[in-house]
């Protein structure tokens, strides 16, 4: 069964840093691309980031650019998304995904909020 | 403002089908794939198409999806209380180079 599992989550001054972590198994994940998603309060879905099998290509949305970093360790099936310089409308619900174009696999999200 | 649009929201009895549009661009879903999304309250997004019209293992078929053109749209039959959600239409849009999302569909079963 495929599983993924977000952490890293939670409440950060504007200005400030968080690195989220989404574990995977069931599946071999140096296999597939991989995405965040994330969901402000009340509203909808949107693709943040995403990165190649092995990492060599990743992809932004613009208003993260310059500002977060999409990684992974294949070794430890993992993927990661540093966020610095975080503002108050990037707070939101993170989802890390299975990217296939769709997004097959979707874990159960961790919250990050911005706020002083 | 979402680049693909859809409508805030749609209703029908239990029973009765509903469709749900999804309107983009030559630049999005003119020349790619389209896929659903349903997210019931409180969970997480659950894929119920894939490029246009596959339904995943699991997922019913009283769901289905089409595509004409520029647009999308997601077909419901039988309607279940339990299909009361929040349906998202998502593609590739090469202008972009990004993924995007319609701005969501709230399916209320009267």
């Known amino acids: 069964e495929v599983q993924l599992v977000e952490s890293g989550g939670g409440l950060v001054q504007p200005g400030g840093s968080l690195r989220l972590s989404c574990a995977a198994s069931g599946f071999t994940f140096r296999s597939y691309w991989m995405s965040w998603v994330r969901q402000a309060p009340g509203k909808g879905l949107e693709w943040v980031a995403n990165i190649k099998q092995d990492g060599s290509e990743k992809y932004y949305v613009d208003s993260v650019k310059g500002r977060f970093t999409i990684s992974r360790d294949n070794a430890k099936k993992s993927l990661y998304l540093q966020m610095n310089s975080l503002r108050a409308e990037d707070t939101a619900v993170y989802y890390c995904?299975?990217?296939?174009?769709?997004?097959?696999?979707w874990g159960q999200g961790t919250l990050v909020t911005v706020s002083s | 403002q979402s680049v693909l649009t859809q409508p805030p929201s749609v209703s029908a009895a239990p029973g009765q089908k509903v469709t749900i549009s999804c309107s983009g661009s030559s630049s999005n879903i003119g020349n790619n794939y389209v896929s659903w999304y349903q997210q019931l309250p409180g969970t997480a997004p659950k894929l119920l198409i894939y490029e246009n019209n596959k339904r995943p293992s699991g997922i019913p078929d009283r769901f289905s999806g089409s595509k004409s053109g520029t647009s999308g749209t997601l077909g419901i039959t039988g309607l279940q209380t339990g299909d009361e959600a929040d349906y998202y239409c998502?593609?590739?849009?090469?202008?972009?180079?990004?993924?995007?999302f319609g701005g969501g569909t709230k399916l209320t079963v009267l």
């Open positions: 995904a299975r990217d296939g174009l769709p997004f097959d696999h």
């Open positions: 998502g593609t590739w849009d090469s202008s972009l180079s990004a993924v995007i």
